[in-house]
């Protein structure tokens, strides 16, 4: 059955460095997603991105959140100057296009934890 | 505010209890709703999902919910629990394109 991978599983970095997540989402999907889950909170909406642009976005995205589908596969967040506050698990979900409700189910990856020193 | 609420955030029950696990939400109209399991150390999986018909909806692993319009719930249910439940569970509600979780409910249950 495909699934969505994400890599890396964990990853640590010092506070102001550039990181980027990166995702591959299932083959036939269209639309993409990022989430994030602080320790101990809730599972919360970053961006959505349809078409090569990014079709809806949370306060949290703020500019140091970036996007991108750089090939035909990947799906990449871009935090560029990570804060200590940006320390969760980064979850990637995707979904195909269909004109059916059934269609609304996101298929999320394992995540990756990014640790933030 | 589009806002998704479980009732319970630790609930600790015996093998072969029964379950349910409470969820509103605040949107008044038509939603998609789901609950999602996440295993220790494992990724968010899909329980089951209600987007219309039948209000009682039947799920992986022996779990069910019900989608209660006037009261704008989506309770989670299992007439018996085991082990290898033990993980936490979302409730979540599509707003348009987004999934917006409540906070999430920790089981435990005990052998």
């Known amino acids: 059955e495909p699934e969505v991978t994400q890599t890396p599983s964990h990853q640590v970095t010092q506070m102001g460095q550039e990181v980027i997540l990166r995702c591959v989402p299932i083959s036939n999907h269209l639309y993409f997603y990022w989430y994030r889950q602080i320790l101990g909170q809730k599972v919360e909406f970053l961006v959505s991105f349809y078409n090569n642009e990014i079709s809806e976005k949370s306060e949290i995205f703020d500019d140091q959140f970036s996007v991108e589908r750089p090939d035909g596969s990947n799906f990449t967040l871009k935090i560029r100057s990570t804060k200590l506050e940006d320390s969760a698990m980064y979850f990637c979900?995707?979904?195909?296009?269909?004109?059916?409700?059934?269609?609304?189910?996101?298929?999320f990856g394992p995540g990756t934890r990014l640790t933030v020193l | 505010a589009q806002s998704v609420s479980q009732h319970n955030h630790h609930v600790i029950l015996s093998e072969a209890a029964s379950l349910e696990l409470g969820c509103n939400y605040s949107y008044g109209g038509t939603v998609n709703l789901f609950w999602y399991v996440q295993y220790p150390g494992q990724h968010l999986q899909l329980l089951l999902k209600?987007?219309?018909?039948?209000?009682l909806v039947k799920g992986i692993k022996g779990f069910e919910a019900e989608f209660i319009k006037s009261k704008f719930s989506f309770n989670l249910r299992k007439p018996s629990v085991q082990w290898s439940d033990t993980a936490e569970y979302f409730c979540?509600?599509?707003?348009?394109?987004?999934?917006?979780f409540g906070a999430g409910t920790i089981l435990r249950v005990k052998s």
């Open positions: 209600y987007f219309s018909g039948d209000p």
């Open positions: 979540a509600v599509l707003y348009g394109n987004k999934l917006v």
């Open positions: 979900a995707s979904r195909q296009r269909t004109r059916t409700a059934s269609g609304n189910e996101q298929f």
